[in-house]
């Protein structure tokens, strides 16, 4: 009799132990998976404003761009000399958080310095000013696209 009462003992005690194994184990398991979707979710975060500030930077560009039409900076090289101060962070956030969109950013670049080795000419066509601002629009804008493009497939 005292063999069989051992035994249920026993028995009840891994019954027990095994019951707290399978809760600790389950908790681990639902820290982890939590720890997991909310570090995914804060990456996701953080290059979503890094998206909303490149672009934001990038139409910063445009309006100091368009300045340049203005009639006090037109014939100004002055104006043109050194780069906008947008310039470093937009190309900083583009390399940092879009490394795979280089070509969207290449075009970016090519058709900035178009257009700024174009305006600092002081004899500069307005007319062609024009269209280089245009064209540069239409690289903003694509590469607008392309970033958007890039969180839609996240």
């Known amino acids: ?12 005690l891994l019954d027990k132990i095994m019951v707290g194994i399978v809760a600790i184990v389950a908790g681990v398991i639902a820290q982890w998976l939590s720890h997991n979707w909310s570090k995914e979710r804060e990456q996701e975060r953080i290059l979503r404003e890094k998206a909303e500030a490149l672009v934001t930077e990038m139409y910063k560009l445009l309006d100091w761009a368009l300045s ?4 006090v900076s037109l014939g100004n090289n002055q104006v043109i ?6 310039l470093p962070r937009l190309f900083a956030l583009w390399r940092l958080y879009f490394p795979s969109l280089e070509k969207e950013q290449m075009a970016l670049m090519d058709s900035w310095t178009h257009f700024a080795e174009y305006a600092q000419d002081s004899s500069s066509n307005v007319q062609r000013m024009g269209q280089l601002y245009d064209k540069l629009v239409d690289t903003v804008t694509d590469c607008s696209e392309a970033i958007h493009d890039h969180m839609v497939k996240r």
Not at 1 to 12: C, F, H, K, N
Not at 81 to 86: D, G, N, V, W
């Open 81 to 86: 000399k050194k780069p906008p101060p947008m």
């Open 1 to 12: 009799m005292d063999e069989t009462r051992l035994a249920q003992d026993v028995l009840s």
């Open 68 to 71: 340049l039409f203005d009639p």
